[in-house]
């Protein structure tokens, strides 16, 4: 996942005791069809061979663009041609470019006012930046949204804008644009940074200074692990432009605004402020995986089931980081999703839409495969597609959790449609009977885990989506993710699960209604 971003027996009979049809109210059935048969391929003994070899040291942690991530995605190619089910591009080649840049880390110096700040202590960027400037436009929030905005009566465009975190509040404590004392999305560090930056980047703005006092600790720290480990920051080559955003701390945003906590009026703000900061781009080559299981009745419609293929790699010391469970248990779940679905349409029972097995890269580095496929280059259209199943970490056991150890953390199914809500409800209860916990569904939750896997790329598309997820544990980001430690009975019981849904999905009479919209 991206960084930010955890009784046998009775087990064993809840996966094997139910023996109904899919076919149902919603279901356009003509015969009817028993999945828990092509479901019963799904076991311990094939995800744990696929996973051993997958998280094993020769794998080298997958780490995007790095010569164990190319030995990923060969191994991915060569289980879909085993299988006899085509790439998802029509020249059929499994592999969908994903052109990428990395940026070492920047240097140079940034003076304000002829006060010097140090890079990397109280100005940090991961973006060369370079100019003389005479102004600064503050624009408090940085926020436009139905009737407010902190850009009114504002010119931004060629200069640089100062944005602080956070969003406006009445005298009583509520927030303005809620009218609740709920925060919005414009409060949320893991998309408010961004957001507020792409806003003004598309008012015009050459570079944006972003104060988040709270949050700077945060950003030091990962600026100083890049440059420690002669790393850089990827985004996709599409992104990368002229515009820069540097993170401010405390002592620079007072230089150039002192009262800036206290003051949320837009201004145009006079200051001297040097750029001299350098940093070279190198091209990456990293690629998704496709495969296509097309559909016998809808095959113009999609159901797309995803996992990512890449983790961290290795740590400057040596050490594999391995990434069994991230996302090494969503990859090899779709393997054996895959080979129940290609089994029931070599019987003649093949689903009525196509199924699109989607392994991306870069999730890791900030969701850019998902991006690209989604944002850039769609395999097959977003419009056609009914569903994203997206599976990030499914083998191990949070060990904050208390309770019935055959769980499964549900994000995101009633974001856009309770229909794929309820239909998930039910399918669990018919086939797999697993604990579904939504805890990380609140919206308030701080970990904001909606936004930190590939889904969220699909559900900001207004796809409707489910994030299947264990939750995190000890060994997350760390060289202890091996495939020893994952919990196979878990690992198979959850694949059926996400197996019965697709199914369902891929064979009822109409599409899942979507009833919300995306934030």
Known sequence: MKRMLLVLLALVSACNSSQKSVAGKNSSTQKEVDPVIYAQTITQDELKEHLYTYA????????????????????????????????????????????????????????????????????????????????????AYGIEEEAYSDYTNLDVNGKLVLIKAGEPSNDDGTYKLSGTLEKSVW????????????????????????????????????????????????????????????????????????DIDENHTSTVISAKINLKVSSGNDQIDSENVAALLKGEEKPEEYVVISSHLDHIGVNADGQINNGADDDGSGTVALLELAEAFKKAKDEGNGPKRSIVFLHVT??????????????????????????????????????????NRNYIYLIGSDKLSTELHNLSEEVNEKYTQIELDYTYNDENDPNRFYYRSDHY???????????????????????????????????????????????????????????????
Do not use: C
Request: no cysteine; aromatic share 12%.
């Open 56 to 139: 094993s040291d020769e794998f080298e942690g997958r780490e995007t663009g790095k010569p164990g991530q190319k030995k990923a995605v060969a191994y991915l190619k060569g289980e879909y041609e085993k299988l006899g089910i085509p790439a998802a591009k029509k020249d059929g080649d499994y592999f969908q470019k994903v052109p990428l840049e990395v940026a070492s880390v920047p240097t140079g110096t940034v003076t304000i006012n002829d006060s010097a700040f140090g890079l990397g202590e109280e100005i940090i960027t991961f973006n060369a930046a370079e100019g003389e400037y005479t102004e600064i436009v503050y624009a």
């Open 187 to 258: 409060s949320n560090m893991s998309e408010a940074m961004e957001k507020k930056s792409k806003l003004a980047v598309e008012k015009g703005a050459k570079g944006v200074f972003f104060y988040d006092n709270e949050n700077y600790p945060r950003f030091k720290g990962y600026f100083a692990y890049m440059k420690n480990n002669k790393s850089g920051r990827m985004s996709l080559k599409e992104e990368a432009g002229e515009n820069f955003l540097v993170l401010v701390d405390n002592a620079a945003a007072q230089t150039l605004l002192t």
């Open 362 to 403: 870069g999730e890791e580095k900030g969701l850019l495969g998902s991006k690209y496929y989604t944002d850039y280059e769609p395999i097959l259209p977003l419009e056609q597609t009914v569903a994203n199943l997206n599976i990030d970490m499914i083998g191990r056991i949070d060990p904050k959790r208390q309770g």
């Open 457 to 519: 790329n699909f559900a900001k598309n207004n796809i409707p989506i489910i994030f299947y997820f264990n939750g995190t544990h000890e060994d997350y980001h760390r060289p202890g993710d091996t495939a020893d430690k994952i919990n196979y009975d878990l690992l198979e019981n959850r694949t059926k699960l996400v197996f019965h849904t697709a199914w369902e999905l891929a064979n009822r009479a109409d599409k899942v209604v979507v009833d919300k919209v995306s934030k």
